[in-house]
């Protein structure tokens, strides 16, 4: 893969992160069968490239590498529970602006539980992030539904930087693919028991919604980031998928009609900027596993 070919598959993984919410949206389930769903075609498009490729999902794989791989999938589960209720709750833009906070968690649990050092910069995007928060909240209430699914959406991003924490130590020896094969089928196994009869309900139309997220939501996207990281920078290729609430908000608009308020743009554009810095000054790689 040359480069301009890598920087193609990066900026098509982005829009496929953005889409994650538009299906969220489309599928009429509640938010764990969707996860249910989703994990469920992934693992089958995830080991099917791995076969593919004459690989095996076994190998390497040791007791201590399968409970990693367990926390850091009960994570992913979670996250992407959470992401869905504030999708259903509030709409595609509140919920991935309100999950775009993941950057600034992070921050707060290197510092906090790991121990790490942060310096000034850092703590300053923290503080950009958090005032585009405070501009996006529609209103400080919790009798405000969207404020609600705000609050889910950041439940989610702080889900997601929990689980990228973890994911960097499970991916330190393991090949990307076979890494969220195994996170995918542990979501599955978590979420499934508690998708039924419902997930049995879905009509056709419902299903093919579910297998596209999957499918080219997850695994797809999944492939053509590891891929464009053969070639580019961690910090270039952070600062595309940084554009992923744009394209979310953008399809919202264009499908749905869901317009967010000046004020919400403002503070999405603070949020997108201070993730953008943060990509700049980032010398650390990106996680190996899909954002949304």
């Known amino acids: 893969m040359n480069r301009q070919r890598a920087l193609s598959a990066i900026h098509v993984s982005a829009v496929l992160f953005g889409l994650t919410g538009i299906f969220g949206e489309l599928i009429q389930a509640d938010a764990m069968i969707i996860t249910a769903g989703r994990a469920s075609f992934a693992v089958i498009a995830l080991y099917a490239f791995i076969r593919y490729r004459g690989a095996s999902v076994m190998q390497g794989i040791t007791a201590r590498n399968l409970s990693v791989l367990f926390i850091a999938g009960t994570m992913l589960a979670i996250h992407w529970v959470t992401f869905f209720i504030s999708v259903k709750i509030s709409g595609v833009a509140v919920a991935t602006l309100g999950f775009a906070s993941f950057p600034a968690f992070i921050t707060l649990c290197e510092y906090f539980l790991l121990k790490e050092k942060v310096s000034k910069a850092e703590w300053l995007i923290l503080s950009l992030v958090t005032l585009g928060l405070v501009l996006v909240t529609p209103s400080f209430s919790f009798n405000d539904q969207a404020t609600i699914g705000l ?15 973890i994911n960097r130590r499970a991916a330190a020896h393991m090949p990307a693919q076979q890494v969220a094969c195994w996170e995918n089928l542990f979501v599955a196994i978590l979420t499934l028991p508690f998708s039924f009869p419902g997930i049995i309900q879905l009509d056709a139309l419902n299903w093919l919604w579910m297998a596209l997220l999957g499918v080219f939501c997850t695994a797809l996207s999944h492939y053509l980031l590891v891929s464009s990281l053969t070639v580019l920078k961690a910090r270039s290729a952070g600062i595309v998928i940084a554009l992923e609430p744009v394209y979310a908000i953008i399809f919202a608009a264009i499908l749905f009609a869901q317009y967010p308020s000046i ?13 953008v810095w ?15």
Request: charged residues 10%; glycine residues 14%.
């Open 151 to 165: 609050a889910w959406g950041i439940g989610s991003g702080l889900a997601f930087a929990i689980f990228t924490l």
């Open 263 to 275: 004020r919400a743009l403002v503070g999405g554009a603070l949020m997108i900027s201070a993730i």
């Open 278 to 292: 943060s990509g700049l000054r980032r010398t650390d790689p990106l996680p190996l596993t899909p954002s949304q």
